[in-house]
């Protein structure tokens, strides 16, 4: 995929320092939500949070946060998709009924592209070992993961809000490697009247995807700006369902300790069981003033995937 040529380097150079054996140290304990656990954060949406979170619908009005993907869209390398639509058994004038005639679809492709949920099962320590202390020696096949997985989890229904981090630093798009911080992530909040709850879905609005998707989609998946390793944590502490954000990774690129790359998705999905949601489209959230919503996810069910592409629903 020569499109994604300038990026080769870049991706490869985090995941070598990602997973060198001088990133983290690993002292494995069990999720406080048992050993056998493989759900995480998702055990805190409950009926009674559901119906709290449905009673922020004031408006009726709907949002996608997916965006638009083909095979020109930019991503984390290697990754890409292909979609090639046929006419099965309708050659030289063929028909399979009297009465019509239909398309089928055939993709190939990465899951982990686009707007997409990363799973439990997405990445863990040097070690090998991921969240719940499960090693991938013992349930990360070739033909799927055996625990972990992405059908495993439930839909995610809770309340949503979105922190316009861009605003905060008056600008319609932060920069590629410039960062926010916990006292940034604060002052947003108290802003827009939206504090960070148990349960609920973050994201974070920068402006990137809005600004460089379509103009300059080399820079956009070369680095981008986002957390920093502390506001993961923050977000962990604050016991939430999911985080995410209008970029590919989430994860400020390139991160500020060359050794720590991605280490906020360490910190979310390995170590707290909180789930990351990516390249969602926020802008019209943002536009609206639209900053707490309902937040609807439901990702397709492929037995033993790591990630999904998804296009959940904010409902104002």
């Known amino acids: 995929m020569n499109r994604q040529h300038g990026t080769r380097v870049v991706g490869s150079a985090l995941l070598a320092a990602a997973f060198s054996g001088a990133a983290w140290s690993d002292e494995c304990q069990h999720s406080h939500w048992g050993a056998d656990d493989e759900i995480g954060s998702a055990n805190l949406i409950t ?4 119906l709290a979170a449905s009673k922020l619908i004031k408006t009726g009005k709907t949002y996608s946060l997916g965006i638009v993907i083909d095979s020109t869209t930019p991503a984390f390398a290697p990754r890409g998709l292909m979609l090639q639509v046929v006419q099965p058994n309708q050659q030289e004038g063929n028909r399979p009924f009297p009465n019509a005639t239909y398309n089928d679809d055939v993709f190939q492709g990465w899951f982990g592209i686009g707007p997409q949920i990363d799973g439990l099962g997405h990445l863990g320590g040097p070690d090998g070992t991921y969240y719940n202390c499960n090693h991938a020696s013992d349930f990360a096949g070739i033909t799927g993961l055996t625990k972990l997985g992405i059908e495993k989890v439930p839909p995610i229904v809770a309340r949503g809000i979105v922190l316009d981090m861009a605003g905060h630093f008056g600008v319609e798009s932060m920069e590629a490697g410039q960062y926010f911080t916990v006292e940034d992530v604060e002052a ?15 994201l974070f609005h920068t402006g990137w995807t809005d600004a460089k998707l379509v103009a300059e989609p080399e820079v ?48 979310l999905l390995k170590e707290n069981g909180i789930y990351i949601l990516e390249t969602m489209n926020t802008g019209p959230l943002v536009r609206d003033g639209a900053f707490e919503f309902l937040f609807v996810l439901g990702q397709a069910k492929v037995r033993g995937a790591v990630q999904m592409i998804i296009n959940p629903i904010a409902i104002r």
């Open 47 to 50: 009926a009674e949070s559901v």
């Open 188 to 202: 947003v909040q108290e802003k827009q009247g939206t504090p960070v709850r148990e349960g609920d879905v973050v």
């Open 220 to 267: 956009w998946v070369a680095a981008e700006p986002g957390q920093t390793e502390e506001v993961a944590q923050y977000m962990a502490d604050k016991n939430v369902v999911a985080v995410g954000a209008d970029t590919w990774g989430l994860d400020v690129v390139p991160p500020p300790d060359p050794a720590r790359p991605f280490q906020g998705h360490v910190i």
